[in-house]
């Protein structure tokens, strides 16, 4: 991995004072916008009544603070997940068997069947609260993010390079130190792209999270998504153009502030011999790095980081391999076998005894034979966006120039919601007379293909500057290259990419196949309509049977494609 030379990262003494003023004042307005928001959402509610947004223009700033607040909070909790979840995967094959399959599932249910459950459990805890809303929100945003940030380094732990895991066992190291510097930083690329794919997926389903409903009245929680989502159902252009232009506001500006650095920052941990010519650059990581502050608060942090390192030393030293299959005790396998089939079967007949007891069986073979042609549309969406955005990707990902200059605009793109959208699709559609059993296949794309498009730059941009100056001093063009470099070295992420996406393109159902503005409402024939359709009733039995229908498919597609193809890209095509 290559570090940051003398040139890069300036010395203490030569660090100008304003450097260290402008930090200091962003940390302290950071502060004090968190404390000015945050005290806002302490206050009570009334379930028995409905809440509406105030779609004033001056609110916007006060909603936009307040989205962002929910945004962070979840990509917070969403990291700490997938981090902790894919590590455990990574490193227990017992453990790999129960976690990745419940990602496919978690994946597979949709924001509105969480939302739904988080809602109920959260105001039990805090009954009357606006904490209640606020943690019930923030978890449907978690829905979101967590999964596709899981599988990313899921993905980056158990392809770690050889020469590392070497480095690994021969100095013996803890399994504190593995995870701290071996990797961590080998999956950082991986984790950020993929952090900031799903904080775009964030922003797709904000509408939906910030509506709540309490014992059958709605509560809109103060946000971007909410104004929106009252704008948009009374029909107000001119109030969804100030939305519209509030989040791509925000969007370029946490992009700017936020992601631009951290991107900049992951190109250290690049696995090369030699540093790329052109590296991508941050003007904040650069008055960031002019700063004193990141060293005094290394110094503040290193008495914790050497108890954390005494603490490791419990943990024993991983002296295995990570990819190498430890042999298993057939009793215990035997065993956890049992009491996962039991609390499976058990669950499975439980579902079907409700289901059964409410409406009958038969509720489930109308949402089967939907599932069918929303299948249709998510293969037919990957396979397009496949052969649209990795070469797209590839040629963002090997010029640190040209991502400097599409970041943000794929960002934008990435973040902005399909929601604030359907005004004007509805208009088109209605106007051009396409059904929206086409166009509502436009509408998911807009929400999965950035998958695919955020894994292959993280792919590309991992793939190390000495092999590709390598394949330039041989004169290696064209197909070949491709075949020899480019292939090995992004098909695991495009895999890991087409997997999120599927996830997401079926997620993404729930609000592309019925589109509403003002009076006029457009709907699909799908499993996605279905389930939009049971939650506007109220229907609990087809709801559950839509999303559990959808966990079926979800899962299906990934044992019997997806996980194959994850399989191969581990076995064959890896740098």
Not at 267 to 272: A, L, P, Q, T
Not at 387 to 393: A, S, Y
Request: charged letters at 15%; hydrophobic letters at 50%; aromatic letters at 10%.
């Amino acid at each position: 991995m290559t570090f940051p030379s003398r040139s890069t990262v300036p010395r203490a003494s030569s660090r100008p004072s304003w450097a260290d003023v402008a930090v200091a004042a962003a940390v302290l307005v950071g502060m004090y916008l968190l404390l000015r928001v945050g005290e806002e959402a302490t206050v009570s509610f009334d379930p028995a009544h409905v809440t509406k947004v105030d779609t004033s223009p001056a609110e916007l700033p006060y909603y936009a603070a307040r989205s962002l607040l929910r945004m962070f909070a979840a990509l917070a909790v969403s990291v700490t997940f997938a981090v902790g979840c894919a590590y455990a995967a990574a490193h227990s094959r017992r453990l790999e068997r129960v976690l990745i399959p419940a990602l496919d599932i978690l994946q597979s249910v949709p924001v509105l069947g969480f939302l739904t459950v988080a809602v109920a459990g959260f105001v039990s805890l805090f009954p009357g609260s606006t904490p209640a809303l606020e943690c019930a929100s923030i978890f449907a945003i978690f829905t979101s993010q967590a999964w596709n940030m899981a599988f990313g380094f899921y993905h980056s732990l158990i392809t770690l390079p050889r020469e590392l895991d070497e480095v690994s066992r021969s100095f013996r190291f803890t399994r504190w130190m593995r995870f701290w510097k071996v990797e961590l930083p080998a999956g950082a690329i991986g984790l950020v792209w993929n952090g900031m794919m799903s904080f775009g997926g964030g922003w797709f389903f904000l509408v939906a999270s910030e509506a709540i409903s309490v014992s059958g009245h709605k509560h809109a929680l103060p946000g971007v998504g909410s104004f929106a989502g009252t704008a948009i159902a009374d029909g107000d252009l001119g109030k969804v153009g100030w939305a519209v232009v509030t989040m791509a506001v925000m969007v370029v500006g946490v992009n700017f502030f936020f992601w631009r650095p951290l991107t900049a920052w992951t190109e250290r941990f690049k696995n090369e011999q030699s540093g790329a010519a052109d590296v991508q650059r941050s003007l904040v990581l650069d008055v960031v790095r002019r700063s004193s502050w990141p060293a005094l608060l290394g110094r503040l942090l290193r008495p914790i980081a050497e108890l954390l390192g005494r603490a490791g030393r419990v943990l024993g030293v991983d002296d295995r391999p990570l990819t190498a299959r430890r042999r298993r005790g057939r009793a215990v396998d035997l065993v956890l076998g049992v009491v996962a089939g039991g609390l499976l079967a058990w669950g499975l007949a439980d579902l079907l005894g409700y289901l059964r007891h409410r409406t009958g069986l038969g509720v489930l073979g109308e949402p089967f034979l939907l599932g069918l042609a929303t299948l249709a549309r998510v293969l037919v969406l990957v396979a397009v966006a496949m052969l649209v955005w990795v070469p797209v990707g590839v040629r963002i990902g090997f010029s640190p120039r040209l991502a400097r200059i599409a970041q943000p605009v794929v960002q934008v793109l990435a973040s902005f919601p399909a929601n604030f959208l359907f005004p004007l699709a509805t208009w088109l559609f209605l106007r051009t007379g396409v059904s929206l059993n086409v166009g509502g296949m436009l509408l998911m794309a807009l929400g999965a293909q950035w998958y695919i498009l955020f894994n292959t730059i993280a792919g590309a941009s991992a793939i190390p500057t000495d092999l590709r100056e390598a394949m330039d001093d041989l004169g290696v063009r064209g197909p070949q290259r491709w075949r020899r470099l480019i292939i090995p070295g992004v098909f695991p992420y495009c895999v890991t990419g087409a997997i999120t996406a599927s996830g997401g393109a079926w997620n993404a159902s729930i609000v592309s196949e019925t589109v509403t503005f003002g009076g006029t409402t457009l709907s699909a024939d799908g499993l996605g309509a279905y389930i939009s359709r049971a939650t506007a009733e109220g229907d609990h039995p087809r709801l559950i049977a839509g999303v559990a229908v959808m966990a079926v498919y979800v899962v299906g597609l990934n044992r019997l494609l997806w996980r194959r193809l994850h399989r191969l890209a581990r076995t064959r095509y890896s740098l």
